[in-house]
């Protein structure tokens, strides 16, 4: 198959490509290297690479000729950056994801899998999360990708686009962002350990997260991509069903931390319910954050 990829030399999508790429498969692979929190980029020389944005439609739309089904990961996707420049964040989760959706209109793609978040659930919502819950957006991260999953349904309606929409719950492992103090909580830790630094908890360091593995992610994303019937657009959790508080978190880890004070537009706690991922995808995790990190 020939595949399109965004955000494909980034933490997730870059492993996505490799198992694509492995797979025999045909990968073209679009990302401007901005996501400010990677240390590095990861481009597979057996893709057919790009680096442009995905807000510049006249750039990416030709890429998208004789694709049989994109992936699209390309996000600003940290909430207190968003938080501090909405209106970039907007672009990009908004103006970029319509860029894709237009394209895949126009060549005839027949499915987009799009990459979505836990954060769609806020704290109105309670544990564990399910996907026909109310939407309860906290921050302008999560309104711009809940706005991009709006379109990628309103698409799929109109233009009989197939599209599985993923919610990921904390995804973790190689290559995961450490760069600045806002890079996901684990790589974030790991570093600081390895520096002599001490850990950052911030609030309380009672907020639970359920934490997702990147290849279970990918697994997830690749299963959507192969299921050979897909009638409308599908929202699925990608979760393990087992959350920590950060202070857990801590413990796992091992060393010294201190309090930071808390952050506006955060959830207290994420857990997913996956049966619609187990039921529609036959997926369920294999990788569980206590034996990765015991495995480290």
Known sequence: MRFLVTGGAGFIGSHLVDVLVDGNHDVIVIDNESASENENFYWNDKAENYKHDICDYNKIENLFKNIDCVFHLAAESRIQTAMKNPAKTFRVNFIG???VLKACKQYKVDRILYSSTSSYYGLKNDVPLVEDMDRDCLNPYSSSKVAGEDLVKMYSKLYNIKSVICRYFNVYGERQPTKGQYAPVIGLFQKMKSKGKPMTVVGDGLARRDYTHVKDVVNAN???AM???ILESKVVN???AKNYSV???VDLIGGEYIHIPSREGEAKETLAD??????YLNWEPTIYLEDWIKNK
């Open 97 to 99: 994801t319509l860029n």
């Open 222 to 224: 690749i299963l959507a």
């Open 227 to 229: 299921k050979e019937e």
């Open 238 to 240: 990608i979760g393990t």
């Open 247 to 249: 202070l857990e978190l």
């Open 274 to 279: 996956i049966s619609v991922a187990k039921d």
